[in-house]
């Protein structure tokens, strides 16, 4: 619990549950007749009004008694309920000083999306070491230095009724690099903060010419990064965090482990598709036994390097090599995978429907590698809501989840992934980026009833009705 500042009511971070607040109010007649009070948040050490329900949970049953679209079903995970489907991906920010969240930016930044609803909320990519981080000015939680700022961010959330994870990564041979619209030398010299000859990776190869040879991991240096993510994860837990994602996409050092193009280690750890996957499982048991067991663990990979066209001769990771991963996530305690794609070869080609003659991205360009995922576990229409599945306290989906993303960018668009089976849940970025009210715009567009913040939404709605009781007209004299 995070202790009132001083000079605050102590209530507003008391746990005093509203059931009881409300019981009280109800036992005391005249309370009944002029509840007008605007209640706190709890837990939280300022006041902000009490959400009584999520902004992005949709009316249920609609006003016109339609079906509720899958989109605004809400899905439970373990010990947690998410009101819809559309979730926020991580999106690096590179806004950090040695790891550690600036809280301005930040706030300011999420905060404006966690209030407008999104199903889930993914912060950026976060380092579980120093030199894991793929930017000097990454986020870091390596240190219990990062706990509280963290909470922070976790209590503004959470005092809005919504639902944050954490992104744990390791940039490995992709680290030390510069913020993408920084032009000239991909690499961050030690003049800039970098650490170019301390980067880590399954084998001694550098992703691309001109990059630095990075440090092949020993066993111990297996270890020590495993305790890492083990570690972070405990730290995640204290700073308050629903959920945990592990990264192992777009080349990073959990990608660089599953591809035979990055990994050519002769020992346990190298070789065999089992040898390549073993360190990868080997960190998910690590936080799996690190977290409580009602906390959904989430991973992150890359559906296929986009080598298949321009190299169809030598070994890569594959839709099919993701298809065969993917049940053995789920064995090991992890509940939904989050398909990405590429990053781990300069020399990848998005070729063929996914890719337009013009070079740009086709919208959902991404979802077929999570319908592959969807079939080889059979998964044949999204999960159902939580209002008519099983799940529920600590136990689990019968089956691993599968969410998409990349240019989703429409309501439509998104419930017909869902009602298609691609995908169970919907990671928005750059349209969040581009839009904080996504949600509600893809609640227009579908014309779903959706609850907003009370203090934006009133003004949609209208002022709530007034009475002027006996009593007051009698204070008033």
């Known amino acids: 619990m995070i202790p009132a500042k001083e000079g605050n ?10 059931v009881h607040r409300m019981a009280q109010a109800f036992s005391n007649k005249r ?8 209640l706190p948040a709890p837990n939280t050490p300022y006041f902000t009004p009490l959400q009584p329900i999520p902004a992005g949970t949709a009316s249920d049953p609609q006003p016109d008694l339609k079906e509720l679209p899958k989109l605004f079903q809400p899905l439970r995970i373990r010990g947690v309920e998410f009101p819809n489907r559309i979730w926020l991906a991580p999106l690096c920010q590179y806004s950090a000083e040695n790891g550690m969240i600036t809280p301005q930016w930040h706030m300011a930044h999420l905060g404006g999306i966690f209030t407008r609803g999104p199903g889930h909320s993914m912060i950026e990519a976060t380092a579980v070491l120093p030199n894991g981080r793929i930017t000097p000015q990454d986020l870091g939680i390596w240190s219990d230095a990062h706990i509280a700022p963290f909470r922070e961010l976790t209590t503004f959330a959470h005092s809005q009724g919504q639902k944050i994870g954490i992104q744990l990564a390791h940039a490995g041979r992709k680290a030390s690099t510069v913020a993408n619209w920084i032009g000239g030398s991909p690499i961050a010299s030690p003049e800039i903060g970098g650490w170019p000859d301390d980067l880590i990776a399954p084998s001694a190869i550098p992703y691309d010419d001109g990059y630095p040879v ?10 020590d990064v495993i305790k890492a993510y083990a570690d972070a994860a405990k730290r995640a837990v204290e700073a308050g965090f629903d959920t945990i994602e592990v990264h192992a996409a777009h080349g990073f050092l959990l990608a660089e482990f599953m591809s035979p193009i990055s990994n050519k280690r002769d020992d346990e750890y190298g070789g065999s598709f089992e040898n390549r996957i073993r ?17 959904p663990l989430f991973f992150r990979l890359s559906g296929t390097e986009w080598l298949e066209d321009i190299l169809p001769n030598e070994p890569s990771w594959r839709v099919e090599d993701t298809a065969r991963l993917a049940p053995l996530l789920y064995a090991h305690g992890v509940d939904l995978i989050d398909i990405s794609s590429g990053g781990n070869s300069s020399k990848q080609k998005i070729a063929g429907p996914l890719f337009s ?13 999570a319908k592959a995922v969807m ?3 059979g998964g044949t229409v999204a999960y159902p809501s939580s209002k008519i599945s099983s799940t529920f306290d600590s136990n689990r989906p019968g089956r691993l989840l599968v969410a998409t993303v990349g240019k989703i960018t429409s309501g439509v668009q998104a419930e017909q992934l869902l009602r298609e089976g691609y995908a169970d849940v919907v990671m928005v970025g750059r349209q969040f980026l581009k839009n904080p009210g996504t949600v509600w715009a893809f609640a227009e567009e579908l014309d779903v009833d959706v609850r907003m913040p009370t203090q934006i939404g009133w003004v949609f709605v209208g002022r709530a009705p007034r009475v002027i009781s006996k009593d007051s007209d009698k204070g008033s004299k």
Not at 357 to 369: D, F, I, T, V
């Open 375 to 377: 079939n080889a576990i």
């Open 31 to 38: 309370w009944k007749a002029t509840c007008n009070a605007n």
């Open 357 to 369: 003659e013009s070079g740009g991205y086709l919208k959902a360009y991404q979802a077929p590698l």
């Open 9 to 18: 009511d102590s209530s507003f971070s008391e746990a005093r549950p509203i």
């Open 279 to 295: 360190f990868i499982l080997e960190v998910v048991d690590a936080i799996r036994g690190a977290v409580p067991e009602s906390m």
């Open 214 to 223: 990075p440090h092949a991991l020993t066993a111990q240096g297996m270890k």
